[in-house]
């Protein structure tokens, strides 16, 4: 039970605090309202849940053998989200709740777990303090509860998000929140950088 209580907390402090794929789903709960956010809840939750199971089955050892792809990792994720800063900061404002613009996206939200050096650090740190020399049992344990505090932590920024959305209901304004979060996302690749 306290090992179920550390993997919890764990996975709370990982998943709610602010990073790229909790910018970007704020982003996305404020320019195209929750129940579309959700594609994005569900695609960075599976995407991370995918990525821990793979690193607790020995996906770690692997990128140890051959650090030139860790490398690649890093430097694809930081290109990936200058990319999606980029186009938060185009962004028109225009509330698409009802139109069929560029909507969130299941396997965005997925891929942006794969290339968040975030994500990266938290699975093989989370694999490291329990798992590590376990029964597999540890490992599927370990995930099933993250995917569960991962989906309503990023899922809390969606709806945090539409309710923004909702307050900025100008373009101009949503215009401006888009730009402030863009250069938050920049700035969190950047920072990763170090």
Not at 3 to 21: E, H
Not at 91 to 114: E, M, N
Request: charged share 10%.
């Amino acid at each position: 039970m306290n090992q179920t209580l550390a993997m919890a907390g764990f996975a709370l402090a990982a998943s709610i605090t602010p990073g790229p794929v909790n910018i970007v789903a704020l982003s996305c709960g404020a320019q195209h309202g929750a129940r579309a956010g959700m594609r994005h809840v569900g695609g960075a939750t599976v995407g991370f849940t995918l990525l821990l199971l793979l690193t607790g089955l020995g996906l770690e050892q692997t990128l140890r053998q051959w650090p030139a792809l860790t490398q690649a990792l890093q430097w694809a994720g930081v290109a990936f989200l200058l990319y999606m800063a980029y186009q938060l900061a185009r962004s028109d404002g225009a509330l698409d709740w009802d139109k069929s613009g560029v909507q969130p996206s299941w396997w965005r939200g997925a891929a942006i777990q794969w290339l968040n050096p975030k994500a990266w650090v938290a699975a093989l740190a989370g694999c490291a303090a329990f798992t590590s020399g376990q029964d597999a049992m540890a490992l599927w344990r370990f995930a099933a509860l993250y995917f569960l505090i991962c989906y309503a932590s990023v899922a809390c920024w969606v709806l945090a998000g539409a309710w923004l959305g909702q307050k900025l209901a100008s373009p101009g304004r949503l215009r401006r929140f888009n730009q402030a979060m863009a250069v938050l996302l920049g700035l969190s690749a950047l920072g990763l950088l170090t």
